[in-house]
């Protein structure tokens, strides 16, 4: 049964160049027709994976600290109501650092948010501008300052390996990133996905992304000063301080299951896939005709599972249990991993087996999506 419960709320105010959500751009919403809505989602879901108290619940999607507390609120309470939380769950909500959205931090805390994720995302102006945010660095700082002052735990982003990023500069943002004190940190090598600006503005010559080799160096800076200042990678672009890990990501990453409601939503429940209706307007359809919002169940092979569970899995520092997932799919132990692979990248040092846990060391984490390719069989995906 779901442990997690991911909420999702689509609306944004502005534009962004990497968010693929920008149709969902809102000047207002009609939180009551929202509020309903939710709320039969949410039960919908609790009907076919109750039964077991939440550790986490997580607002996330466009915009979720515009969110009006009291909406944020009145969901918190039906879902401890439908599933009953468990002891000092986490309730994360994702935020923009605007002066907007740091006024409503108190009133989120007071509704029962204790774990706020910032999108500070850089702490220099110009690379903020490259970034296409709306706020400059001392905006990011000032909501920093406020959230801290209200939510039991805070977490920011930063996104590094901008065109012609130097180690310096690299090391000197990110010293004063650890100088705030938060007991996690996000830290992302920018990526080009298709059909944003940035690949069409490196398709068209405007920039030229940083060539891997120097991202690689500064992803082994970041390993080291993060590790130095206690918040070691417990995940390959995320950082914490023992016990300070994202609980919810963490549901992912260990492949269990989780709820996922509102527009766009994903979910993971008992070996089946959900979507939700992705477009707004949609969704608030298919709640009204059938009581929920879903788009597709799908029910995925045990080879399709055990894929994705390794390929999450061996993102974590922890690596992956190859006995417990042999016991909870009923495959082989010998079957899950290319056990040739396995011990070559060993030998090289990129990855790691004890007895039956595996992993990738941090010298193979900036390889990770190559050596996925190695060490999980093909046959897994169609099993």
């Known amino acids: 049964m779901a442990k997690a419960l991911y909420i999702h709320w689509p609306f944004c105010l502005a534009k962004c160049p990497y968010c693929d959500f920008n149709s969902h751009v809102r000047e207002s919403v009609e939180v009551d027709v929202w ?3 939710l709320l039969a989602d949410m039960r919908h879901e609790a009907q076919v994976a109750g039964g077991e108290a939440l550790t986490s619940v997580f607002f996330g999607g466009g915009t979720p600290s515009l969110m009006p507390p009291a909406l944020v609120e009145t969901l918190l309470r039906e879902a401890e109501a439908l599933w009953g ?3 000092n769950i986490e309730i994360t909500l994702e935020a923009n650092p605007s002066s907007v959205e740091a006024a409503n931090f108190a009133s989120l805390a007071s509704a029962g948010v204790n774990r706020v994720s910032l999108g500070l995302q850089s702490l220099d102006d110009a690379a903020l501008r490259f970034l296409g945010r709306l706020h400059n660095a001392q905006e990011g700082l000032n909501a920093l300052e406020t959230a801290q002052k209200a939510f039991e735990r805070v977490s920011f982003d930063l996104i590094y ?15 004063r990133a650890l100088g705030h004190g938060t007991g996690h940190l996000s830290l992302y090598q920018l990526t080009i996905e298709p059909g944003t600006r940035f690949a069409t503005d490196v398709r068209r010559g405007g920039f030229t992304p940083l060539d891997d080799d120097r991202a690689a160096d500064l992803f082994e800076l970041t390993q080291e000063m993060t590790s130095a200042a206690g918040l070691p990678a417990y995940e390959i672009s995320n950082h ?3 016990g300070e890990e994202s609980r919810h990501n963490l549901t992912y990453w260990r492949y269990q299951d989780y709820c996922g409601v509102g527009p766009g939503a994903h979910g993971r429940r008992g070996g089946t896939a959900t979507m939700r209706h992705r477009k707004p307007e949609n969704w608030l359809d298919a709640v009204a ?5 879903l788009k597709e169940e799908r029910a995925l092979g045990v080879g399709e599972q055990l894929s994705e569970a390794l390929l999450m899995g061996l993102r974590l520092a922890e690596g992956v249990d190859l006995e417990a997932l042999s016991q909870r799919f009923a495959i082989p132990v010998e079957r899950l991993v290319a056990s040739d692979k396995l011990a070559h990248y060993a030998g090289l040092g990129l990855a790691w087996q004890d007895e039956n ?9 900036p390889l990770l999506d190559a050596l996925l390719a190695e060490l999980v069989p ?3 995906v169609t099993a």
């Open 35 to 37: 509020q309903e809505a």
């Open 85 to 87: 939380f468990a002891p």
């Open 161 to 175: 390996a901008l065109p012609d990023q130097t180690e310096s500069e690299w090391r000197e943002q990110l010293a």
């Open 240 to 242: 914490a301080r023992p």
């Open 289 to 293: 005709r059938n009581g929920h919002g």
């Open 357 to 365: 846990r595996i992993g990738v060391t941090p010298a193979g984490m």
């Open 378 to 380: 093909d046959e897994l």
